[in-house]
């Protein structure tokens, strides 16, 4: 073996780590538009999935200009609002990209997004985003309101790492479904948000969906999620509603 | 370099390619890399991107290690092995989140966890610090085979019994699950996959006497 002297290894360990980060930069530089673009069509298309839309999303040979081009024409407005229900100036999407950060806010200070959906001018329906941890990573969804702003249309969950066949559960359609028809306000108008019951829920309450058995950390941070999230929507959808 | 002239495809080099394949098998007979074959091994599609991000990490490295094994200094040699690894590994998922976003979030940290993987240190430390540019080339790409083929069939076993799917498509017909047939949920969890690559070492000693230690 041959032996190296002590210069010889920092000069080489150097220009080595210098190569390396050169060309990774570069790399990371050209490919980080493409990278950006995939995230806003999958967000683009969970908005769209909460209201049933995008349905063809898998089948299309371009499933970018698919995306953009039913979301343009499905999301008719999309703004922000503050915990006392004012528009506040900001691109609705940008927030809704940041909105991991947004939620480590305390709830008075945070922005809120809402995106509105109308099929040919018919009656509008509210897509808001919600974040959350669950047992092993973040959980995330999109929850659309009707009209009212009460009653949910259409809910969609996602995660990245729950449990197979248990947490994972709540990015599938039996679980999903029962959300649609649901309200978020009693009937007194105060906010109760939606309770996921353990041992089945009561089909009559209207507040109240399945849990998952086993998958029962993950039902919870669920829960907490939705409530923490659209409890600061409060002022906005009453607002809304009223007029 | 006593033989200038080698053909490129002879005997010695094609048997770099074979035998990963069969009697130095990365996975059954090694033992390395088991842990990302646990898990990204519930469908097939996921495990298919792995398993050729393992073979252009696996062949890239082998053949750059290969080419610098004689300015390496042999003290920091595993620090110029890891640098390497990580730079390929790093390039392979950036390419991965731009060109294959979905199959990127399936795989998430195991793309990362490419790094870690016994193979290919494995590879680098006992064949390219040896061995020059081209057999380094053909002895990476046959353990990427020989841990990809592995991959592919546990992924095979467990799509096919877990989801009742191939690649995404439906194979079982719906007239199994009306009359009663239901998928089998422990497949698509980490311990089946153990069980299934369990059944490929049995097969693979039971036909290969000389593979049983007493």
């Not at chain 1, 922005?111 to 974040?131: D, H, I, L, T």
């Not at chain 2, 392979?92 to 399936?106: G, H, I, R």
């Amino acid at each position: 073996m041959r032996s190296f002297s002590n210069t010889y290894i920092f000069v080489f360990s150097l220009v080595l780590v210098t190569i390396v980060a050169v060309l990774l930069s570069f790399v990371s530089m050209k490919l980080k538009p493409i990278q950006e673009m995939n995230i806003r069509i999958e967000r683009k298309q969970d908005v769209l999935r909460s209201v049933g839309k995008a349905e063809k999303a898998d089948e299309v040979s371009d499933k970018n200009s698919y995306i953009n081009e039913e979301f343009g024409k499905y999301i008719t407005d999309s703004y922000v609002v503050n915990f006392r229900g004012e528009k506040v100036d900001a691109d609705a999407f940008e927030v809704m990209l940041a909105l991991n950060t947004e939620i480590r806010k305390p709830q008075e200070e945070r922005n809120y997004p809402v995106f509105v959906y109308s099929e040919n001018g018919g009656a509008k329906k509210y897509v808001v985003p919600v974040r959350g941890k669950g047992l092993w990573g973040p959980i995330w969804g999109y929850i659309a309101l009707e009209a009212d702003l009460n009653t949910i249309y259409g809910a969609v969950f996602d995660h990245q790492g729950e449990t197979p066949g248990l947490g994972a559960e709540i990015s599938t359609a039996w679980f999903q479904k029962p959300f649609a028809g649901k309200t978020l306000f009693d009937d007194n108008g105060t906010f109760v948000s939606i309770e996921v019951v353990k041992g089945g829920a009561d089909p009559s309450n209207p507040h109240q969906v399945d849990a998952i058995s086993g998958g029962t950390i993950t039902s919870k941070a669920l829960e907490a999620m939705v409530k923490n999230c659209l409890a600061g929507y409060e002022a906005y959808f009453k607002e809304i509603a009223t007029n | 370099m006593s033989k200038e002239k080698e053909p490129l495809f002879s005997a010695k080099n094609l048997k770099l390619l074979s035998e990963p394949l069969g009697q130095s098998n990365p996975i059954t007979v090694q033992v390395l890399g088991i842990c990302s074959a646990l898990a990204v091994t519930v469908k097939l599609k996921p495990s298919i991107v792995m398993a050729l991000s393992v073979a252009v990490v696996l062949a890239v490295s082998n053949v750059v290690i290969s080419l610098l094994r004689k300015m390496i200094p042999p003290r920091i040699r595993i620090i110029v092995q890891l640098v390497v690894i990580a730079f390929m590994v790093i390039l392979v998922d950036q390419v991965l989140k731009a060109y294959a976003y979905e199959v990127s979030k399936q795989l998430s940290v195991f793309v990362g966890l490419i790094i870690t993987n016994c193979i290919i240190m494995g590879r680098l430390e006992a064949f390219a610090m040896g061995n020059r540019p081209w057999p380094a080339f053909l002895d990476g790409l046959g353990n990427a085979a020989g841990y990809g083929v592995i991959l592919i069939i546990v992924a095979f076993f467990r799509e096919l019994l877990g989801s009742g799917t191939i690649l995404d498509m439906k194979v079982i017909p719906q007239s199994f699950y009306d009359a009663g047939y239901v998928n089998n949920g422990m497949m698509i969890l980490p311990p089946m996959a153990l069980v299934v690559v369990g059944i490929i070492i049995w097969v693979q000693r039971s036909r290969r006497k000389n593979l049983i230690e007493d």
